[in-house]
């Protein structure tokens, strides 16, 4: 197949940036270039902005119930072509087609269709006062405002910021991810087929440090939703404050899921377990990559879910035999077995994995990791602290419950935590205690699109989802009468 050149969506076309420089677009199961996205600069940025700033007006004064029917129809036209979607994905990010068929693409229609409801079901708050007055709120779109996301879940994530900032009404520059920019450049294509007004969605593909930090530092952003790593959202937070700009920044984890002796441990929730650690290839910022087991069930524990991490097969994504596919580029790749090597040096006991793998055929120069579980380090060893975001989870034994909220909480992250036990009141005393965004019990990535998403400490600052992402791309304004 030839390689083809994806375009920007600037002003309702389809642009090659204006420099005309390009970047290569590699397929992580082969290694090899497939497509090129625009390397985009400043001034690519600024076209997309003036266009968003001109369809501002327009777009804020639509009936509600018209922006939904457009983010519908759009959902419409991303679901009649789920399967080219879904394997866009997979060899754009090396993630086996059939979870990008399962999970993310699914999830890309959820997002848009679950905005296009919220904001037709979005009621405004009043407030009265006994002395003959009352308040009323309204709530305004902000104007044009910056969506940049990652490559782990790229359309999934992408669609979860732009929904919520299109449907309250404000214009968008957005940026995926310069390593997976392909189902957001065709996602552009189908938003003009759709109907959007030229300039309400613009598409800026390029990398992070020169289109990302444009779109940050421009002045006619209002605010930034972002999705990261935690140097990157530190590095955003910094440059908009001076300008007062909003930001919502979701950035890493090092999340625990914690096993208790009471815990049922039925084969399909030491399932769940399996797949927290290592779902997406452990790409996902809220993969449980310490497993924090009570001493008492640690050994018979570890057996049973050694051998459920065996059994996991890592391959050619394209095959639906697949449970794990590759990391997402070399770089990363470089990363994680760096990460385990220093795993090594720290002492770390690899129970499994630990080694790179190259399946044959077409996939043998693919960026491939077996899954690693890794005993015998404390929780304060680097291995325990940093984000890894791969295919590796450390064992953890703990005493009782107190070691348990002490080891968990014992990072620099605070963003998901699962915990697994029959004990409702340990469920509701320990959920009240873990300084997580979210905490999870006996399940794991169970979502429900109004709850609020996000983390504390340097997982980020706001939360998304529901409401909570409508009142981030809105201002809201008191309106008070006196009667
Ligand atoms: N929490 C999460 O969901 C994610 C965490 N990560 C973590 O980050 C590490 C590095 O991955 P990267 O791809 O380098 O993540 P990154 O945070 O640099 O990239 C995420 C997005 O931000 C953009 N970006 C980068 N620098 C920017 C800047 N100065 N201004 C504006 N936008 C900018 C990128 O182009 C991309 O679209 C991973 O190893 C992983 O640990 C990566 C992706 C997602
Ligand atoms: O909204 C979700 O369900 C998942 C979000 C995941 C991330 O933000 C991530 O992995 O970066």
């Known amino acids: 197949m030839p390689s083809t050149r994806l375009a920007n969506l600037i002003d309702g076309r389809l642009q090659a940036p204006v420099d005309n420089r390009w970047l290569d677009i590699h397929e992580p199961a082969t290694g090899v270039v497939f497509a090129h996205c625009p390397d985009s600069t400043a001034a690519d940025v600024d076209a997309a902005v003036k266009s968003a700033q001109k369809a501002a007006p327009g777009w804020?004064?639509?009936?509600?119930?018209?922006?939904?029917?457009?983010?519908?129809?759009?959902?419409?036209?991303?679901?009649?072509?789920?399967?080219?979607?879904?394997?866009?994905?997979?060899?754009?990010?090396?993630?086996?087609?059939?979870?990008?068929?399962?999970?993310?693409?699914?999830?890309?229609?959820?997002?848009?269709?679950?905005?296009?409801?919220?904001?037709?079901?979005?009621?405004?708050?009043?407030?009265?006062?006994?002395?003959?007055?009352?308040?009323?709120?309204?709530?305004?779109?902000?104007?044009?405002?910056?969506?940049?996301?990652?490559?782990?879940?790229?359309?999934?994530?992408?669609?979860?910021?732009?929904?919520?900032?299109?449907?309250?009404?404000?214009?968008?520059?957005?940026?995926?991810?310069?390593?997976?920019?392909?189902?957001?450049?065709?996602?552009?294509?189908?938003?003009?087929?759709?109907?959007?007004?030229?300039?309400?969605?613009?598409?800026?593909?390029?990398?992070?440090?020169?289109?990302?930090?444009?779109?940050?530092?421009h002045p006619a952003i209002k605010a930034v939703s972002f999705t990261g790593s935690t140097r990157t959202g530190a590095s955003i937070a910094a440059t908009a404050a001076p300008q007062f700009k909003k930001v919502s920044l979701e950035l890493g984890g090092k999340n625990p899921a914690i096993v208790f002796a009471d815990a049922d441990l039925s084969d399909q929730n030491l399932d769940t377990i399996v797949r927290s650690g290592f779902a997406n290839q452990g790409e996902i910022c809220l993969c449980g990559s310490r497993l924090l087991v009570q001493r008492s069930i640690y050994d018979s524990f570890r057996e049973r879910y050694l051998a459920r991490v065996k059994a996991l097969r890592v391959g050619d994504p394209e095959?639906?035999?697949?449970?794990?596919?590759?990391?997402?580029?070399?770089?990363?790749?470089?990363?994680?077995?760096?990460?385990?090597?220093?795993?090594?040096?720290?002492?770390?006991?690899?129970?499994?994995?630990?080694?790179?793998?190259?399946?044959?055929?077409?996939?043998?120069?693919?960026?491939?990791?077996?899954?690693?579980?890794?005993?015998?380090?404390?929780?304060?060893?680097?291995?325990?602290?940093?984000?890894?975001?791969?295919?590796?989870v450390t064992l953890i034994p703990f005493e009782d419950e107190a070691d348990a909220v002490a080891i968990a909480n014992g990072t620099g992250y605070g963003l998901a935590a699962s915990l697994w036990t029959t004990d409702l009141s340990r469920a509701h005393r320990m959920g009240a205690q873990l300084d997580f965004g979210i905490v999870w019990i006996n399940c794991w990535l169970l979502r429900d699109l109004r709850?609020?998403?996000?983390?504390?400490?340097?997982?980020?600052?706001?939360?998304?989802?529901?409401?909570?992402?409508?009142?981030?791309?809105?201002?809201?304004?008191?309106i008070c009468i006196r009667y």
């Open 60 to 217: 804020a004064s639509m009936p509600s119930e018209e922006r939904a029917r457009l983010i519908n129809r759009l959902a419409d036209l991303v679901e009649a072509r789920l399967e080219e979607f879904a394997a866009l994905e997979s060899r754009d990010s090396g993630k086996p087609v059939a979870l990008a068929r399962r999970l993310d693409i699914p999830r890309a229609v959820s997002n848009l269709r679950f905005f296009a409801a919220a904001i037709i079901a979005w009621d405004s708050e009043s407030h009265a006062m006994e002395s003959g007055a009352i308040n009323y709120t309204l709530r305004r779109p902000l104007g044009v405002v910056g969506c940049i996301s990652p490559w782990n879940l790229p359309l999934y994530l992408f669609t979860w910021k732009i929904a919520p900032a299109l449907a309250s009404g404000n214009t968008v520059v957005a940026k995926p991810s310069e390593i997976t920019p392909c189902t957001a450049a065709l996602l552009g294509e189908l938003s003009i087929e759709a109907g959007f007004p030229p300039g309400v969605l613009n598409i800026v593909q390029g990398r992070g440090p020169t289109t990302g930090q444009a779109i940050v530092e």
């Open 319 to 392: 095959e639906a035999s697949s449970d794990l596919g590759a990391l997402v580029s070399r770089e990363h790749f470089d990363k994680v077995m760096g990460c385990i090597a220093q795993a090594r040096d720290e002492g770390g006991q690899i129970l499994i994995g630990g080694h790179a793998l190259s399946p044959t055929g077409r996939c043998a120069e693919g960026w491939f990791i077996a899954p690693t579980v890794i005993d015998g380090l404390p929780n304060e060893t680097a291995t325990n602290q940093q984000e890894i975001f791969g295919p590796v």
């Open 451 to 478: 709850t609020p998403f996000g983390g504390t400490k340097q997982s980020g600052v706001g939360r998304e989802g529901g409401a909570e992402a409508l009142r981030f791309f809105t201002e809201p304004r008191n």
